[in-house]
C-alpha cells in the first residue's frame, strides 16, 4: 500500500531572508478561476465561463513582531515558502513557492498575560510560482496575465489578441 507524501515541516524567507524558527505558520495562496454563469438558447443549465483568475493573497505568522517585517507594510515584497513532503519510503520532496505582492496587513494576535502575541503578515499576491521537485507546476502573473499551469500557458493567445 502507498501512503501519501505528508508535509513534514516548512521555512519562510522574505525577500532572501529566511525566518527559520520565527515562523509558527504559512499560507499559500488559493487559485480559482472566476466564472460567469452563461445559459444560452436550448442549454439546460448554466454553465460557468472561465473569464480569468480570482484576487490572490498570501500570509505568513510570526512567533513575536518584528520590526523589519512591521515596516514592510505598503511594500511589494516576495514570500518564499519551503515546505518539505516526505514519504514512508524515506524519499523527500522539494517544494518552492514564491509569491510576490503588496504588504496590506500586520494582523497581531490578542494581550494575554503568560500567553505570546503572534503577528500575521498578509500579502495581496500579484506573481505566484510553484515548483515541486524542479517541475514547475503553477507560474502567474497577474500583472501581465501570465497563467501558465502544468507547462501551458492558458493566457498566452488572449494576450497575443490584444497585442501583448
Known amino acids: 500500500m502507498a501512503y501519501p507524501r505528508k508535509i513534514r515541516n ?14 509558527t505558520e504559512g499560507t499559500m495562496p488559493q487559485l480559482k478561476i472566476q466564472t460567469e454563469a452563461h445559459r444560452g438558447a436550448g442549454m439546460g443549465g448554466p454553465i460557468g465561463m472561465d473569464m480569468g483568475l480570482e484576487g490572490m493573497s498570501s500570509d505568513m505568522t510570526f512567533a513575536a513582531w518584528p520590526p523589519t517585517v512591521l515596516k514592510m507594510l505598503g511594500t511589494v515584497q516576495r514570500f ?82 490584444m497585442g501583448i
Open 10 to 23: 516548512f521555512n519562510g524567507f522574505i525577500d532572501g531572508e529566511s525566518y527559520f524558527g520565527r515562523l
Open 80 to 161: 518564499v515558502f519551503r515546505p518539505a513532503a516526505k514519504g514512508e519510503d524515506g524519499t523527500v520532496d522539494t517544494i518552492i513557492a514564491s509569491v510576490t505582492g503588496l504588504i496590506t496587513a500586520p494582523e497581531f494576535d490578542g494581550l494575554k498575560p503568560g500567553e505570546g502575541s503572534k503577528l500575521k503578515l498578509v500579502q495581496d499576491t500579484r506573481q505566484y510560482r510553484l515548483e515541486i521537485n524542479g517541475e514547475l507546476i503553477y507560474d502567474i502573473d497577474l500583472e501581465t496575465g501570465k497563467r501558465v499551469i502544468g507547462g501551458i500557458d492558458q493566457a498566452a493567445e488572449l494576450r497575443q489578441a
